[in-house]
């Protein structure tokens, strides 16, 4: 009894030894004053390059609250706007001057086509089902008007399932499809992987 009375104690002393400390997020924006976002650009809908724009936006302020955005729209506008062909050096020296930014956000998502994988439950029953999924892939980097050069990058990928079918000697053919879509439901979820530096974090250490 004494024994397992001291084991607990010395958990609780270990415990009690230890701290949370603050961590600053790795990417600080205060330095760079206001900065402007150029709408993410897909190989999906306009209204998915909307969103994942926005909520960019909403998860960058609410890490670091205060951050000053200014919208520049879709790519091509832009570049019409500035007399460029391409987001060059040139180009990004031009978005500078003319709206009055240190550094530009610029973002892309990749959405895979359906991938469908079949398992096979039992061969001789011809029991199985078939899941079709697809994957969605988003990177970011934050460029720095002046030089051209990239300060920030970061990537992540999400998956979302868009119907499945099984096969069964007892229930026959079932199957389900997604009524929403897919492609627009994993935005919430790519983007707060990918701004994952500019959130504040803490630490468990020892205490001294």
Request: charged share 20%.
């Amino acid at each position: 009894m004494h024994r397992y009375l001291l084991l607990s104690l010395a958990m609780l002393w270990g415990c009690s030894s230890t701290v949370l400390v603050p961590v600053p997020p790795r990417m600080d924006l205060r330095s760079y004053g206001t900065v402007a976002i150029v709408e993410f650009a897909s190989n999906s809908e306009r209204a998915i390059n909307a969103h994942a724009t926005r909520q960019f936006q909403e998860q960058i302020q609410a890490a670091q609250p205060g951050t000053r955005f200014i919208e520049l729209g879709d790519r091509q506008a832009l570049l019409a706007a500035i007399g460029g062909r391409q987001l060059d050096v040139d180009a990004l020296r031009k978005i500078g001057e003319r709206y009055g930014v240190a550094a530009v956000f610029l973002g892309d998502i990749a959405y895979s086509e359906p991938r469908a994988d079949v398992k096979i439950a039992d061969l001789q029953k011809l029991e199985g089902g078939m899941r079709a999924e697809v994957r969605g892939d988003i990177s970011s980097r934050l460029v720095e008007t002046a030089s051209g050069a990239s300060v920030w990058s970061s990537s992540a990928w999400a998956r979302r399932q868009l119907g499945s079918v099984s096969v069964s000697a007892e229930h026959g053919v079932s199957g389900s499809v997604s009524k929403s879509n897919p492609r627009d439901e994993m935005v919430p979820a790519l983007v707060y992987q990918l701004t994952h530096d500019f959130r504040a974090s803490s630490v468990r250490q020892p205490a001294k």
